[in-house]
């Protein structure tokens, strides 16, 4: 799915300037620091010219599990719901997207399906990248290119450690 189709479908209207540049704010603190370098001020205001800052309102499906995707999201105010839909009527609540969080990223660096579905339960505030975006980030600035990737892989190694971290628990209560 093309942000652009799913945009349309969710109602997502773009940001203001003042929600931008509250938006960009808001990635500066929470996204600081990193071995591969910080997103201090300029970098921010590079990678700005790179994503879609749009506002989506509550109960909205973003992103759909099992479509394939080229799009991420950075929730930058608000929250979202991420869910695991079973084949039968239950859903797992995986977790709750909070500012700062990454929707997304793995099918948009590796091309294959949504693994979950993730529904805003608040109005949001969320910045978009899209492939197409990314490859020119890469081609265009290869260095802020390299920060934003090394901040994804950190993203993606805490998340599964966190979720390694998990299934130990639960294969010991077996």
């Known amino acids: 799915m093309h942000w652009a189709a799913r945009a349309g479908q969710v109602g997502a209207e773009p940001a203001s300037a003042a929600d ?3 938006g960009l704010a808001a990635l500066q603190t929470l996204w600081a620091g990193g071995r591969a370098g910080a997103f201090d001020a300029a970098a921010l205001q590079r ?3 790179y994503l879609q800052f749009v506002r989506v309102r509550a109960a909205q499906r973003l ?3 099992d479509e394939p995707g080229d799009f991420m999201l950075v929730v930058l105010d608000g929250s979202v719901a991420v869910e695991h839909i079973t084949g039968g009527p239950r859903v797992a609540r995986l977790a ?3 500012p700062g969080d990454v ?3 793995m099918a948009l ?3 294959g399906p949504r693994a979950s579905d993730c529904t805003t339960r608040t109005d949001c505030l969320l910045a978009v990248l ?3 975006a990314l490859l020119r980030l890469m081609r265009e600035d290869p260095q802020l290119a390299l920060v934003l990737l090394a901040a994804l892989a950190r993203r993606l190694s805490l998340r599964l450690r966190q979720v390694s971290t998990r299934l130990s628990a639960l294969l010991t209560d077996v």
């Open 20 to 22: 931008t540049a509250a």
């Open 47 to 49: 990678l700005s010219g």
């Open 63 to 65: 992103i759909l599990q």
């Open 96 to 98: 709750e997207a909070r």
């Open 103 to 105: 929707l997304g990223e």
């Open 109 to 111: 660096l590796d091309a």
């Open 130 to 132: 899209e492939t197409e």
